[in-house]
């Protein structure tokens, strides 16, 4: 038997199994949301007013958010308590909502809105689709720029801002990017922050969704942005984004937003005109949810580590083993978050994802992780480990190494 003979048997082995499995998306699993089901019964009707005296069934309280969440999720986003705003169940709404009001009004210092500016966004890739998908759709021009090991590729956004002042900021993912898992180097944030753009109100758009999401015990400290623009009096540059989504409930919780007090004020105001404020009843209980968690925030985000961790490991463990000297692959090693992302060597990756399919595997479309969900390489496959069980995780990366292996025999072959 050849070879290629064997790799179609295997996966024709693979297919008689009728499995159906699924890593399209960057789902928590059923234990992780479990962690936090005390939240259900965390406010009832005998604790509806905070410490500071703010009844939640109320209108006041405020555009900001309760204080005494604010306190607990500044440590999310690395930013002081008077440099939080919280919002409602997602980040992404609230990321259209910024998006929106600087396209109609513009940001803190830019005195017009930039809708009539041809605005451009760069996003990096391999990125997240729904940014692309927002951003493209509230009629942002995107611009690609590779996301690398150390954050987004510097000496291309330097040439690319320069002298162009329609390219109104960055959008990107800082910590455990979506899908390669890098995370922004101090030296690359530093140069983020103060680069030489031409749009004097050029602004960084920071979606930092995977912030407190370590897999390991001893995650590295990952940068400051805020911090560092401040030090460099950039400080009106950066607004961070994050949410409860991957902490306590998927898009049933608080979304985040962090920046200087002077954006705050800027913001707030913006923010008032649409809302007399969010919802405090999900503040709340957060807040008694999680001053009663042992360690709190961290002590939580370390347990989804321990069950998150072994379905990291075992996408290594299979990669390794099956495609390790092969070279016809390539993957990240992501220290957080939720995605591994892979490339193979040959343009293959749809061909892959469709393999994988018939076999009963759902991958994440190829060209998602490309603005326009093109992938001009067709090598990139987003990997998302998290939803499936460890047992599933290995079955299902056995079936992506040999569909990896089937196509590039195929591509040798044509
Ligand atoms: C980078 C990134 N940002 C935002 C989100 C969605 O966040 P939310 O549920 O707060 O809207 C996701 C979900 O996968 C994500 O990967």
């Not at 983020?192 to 999401?213: E, K, M, R």
């Not at 463990?317 to 099956?322: A, C």
Request: glycine residues 6%.
């Amino acid at each position: 038997m050849t070879n290629y003979d064997a790799l179609l048997q295997q996966y024709q082995e693979f297919k008689a199994r009728h499995l159906s499995l699924n890593m399209e998306r960057g789902q928590p699993a059923d234990a992780n949301f479990d962690l936090s089901l005390p939240i259900l019964n965390a406010v009832n009707e005998t604790n509806y007013t905070t410490d500071s005296g703010v009844d939640i069934r109320n209108y006041p309280g405020g555009i900001l958010g309760l204080v005494e969440a604010r306190e607990i999720f500044c440590e999310q986003l690395n930013v002081e308590a008077d440099e939080i705003i919280l919002g409602n169940n997602s980040s992404l709404s609230m990321m259209a909502q910024f998006l929106t009001w600087a396209l109609l009004r513009g940001v803190k210092n830019s005195g017009h809105g930039w809708v009539n500016d041809n605005p451009k966004l760069i996003v990096t890739v391999p990125g997240y689709d729904r940014h692309f998908l927002l951003a493209q759709e509230l009629g942002f021009d995107l611009v690609p720029v590779q996301m690398t090991e150390n954050g987004p590729d510097m000496n291309a956004i330097e040439a690319l801002v320069a002298n162009d002042a329609s390219i109104k900021g960055i959008y990107f993912v800082p910590t455990y990017s979506n899908p390669t898992g890098d995370t922004i180097s101090q030296a690359c944030a530093e140069r983020l922050v103060s680069v030489n753009a031409a749009a004097p109100d050029f602004t960084i758009f920071a979606d930092d969704a995977y912030s407190v999401h370590h897999l390991e015990n001893d995650p590295a400290i990952a940068p400051n942005l805020l911090q560092i623009a401040k030090s460099s009096g950039n400080q009106d540059r950066v607004i961070l984004f994050g949410s409860t989504s991957k902490v306590t409930f998927a898009s049933a919780g608080i979304g985040l937003a962090g920046m200087a007090t002077d954006n705050i004020k800027y913001w707030s105001k913006a923010l008032s005109t649409q809302s007399i404020g969010p919802n405090k009843a999900e503040q709340w209980r957060h807040v008694l949810f999680l001053r009663n968690y042992p360690n709190g925030l961290t002590g939580l985000m370390q347990e989804h580590a321990k069950i998150l961790k072994p379905k990291f490991d075992k996408v290594q463990e299979v990669l390794n083993r099956e495609l390790g000297n092969l070279n016809i692959a390539s993957w990240t090693n992501p220290r957080g978050g939720y995605f591994v992302s892979l490339d193979t060597t040959a343009p293959i990756a749809s061909r892959v994802v469709e393999l994988a399919k018939e076999a009963g595997l759902a991958l994440t479309q190829t060209g998602a992780t490309f603005p326009n969900g093109v992938d001009p390489a067709n090598r990139n496959i987003r990997l998302a480990p998290t939803r499936p069980s460890v047992e599933e995780v290995e079955t299902a990366m056995e079936i992506v190494a040999c569909c990896i292996k089937l196509a590039s025999a195929e591509a040798n072959n044509s």
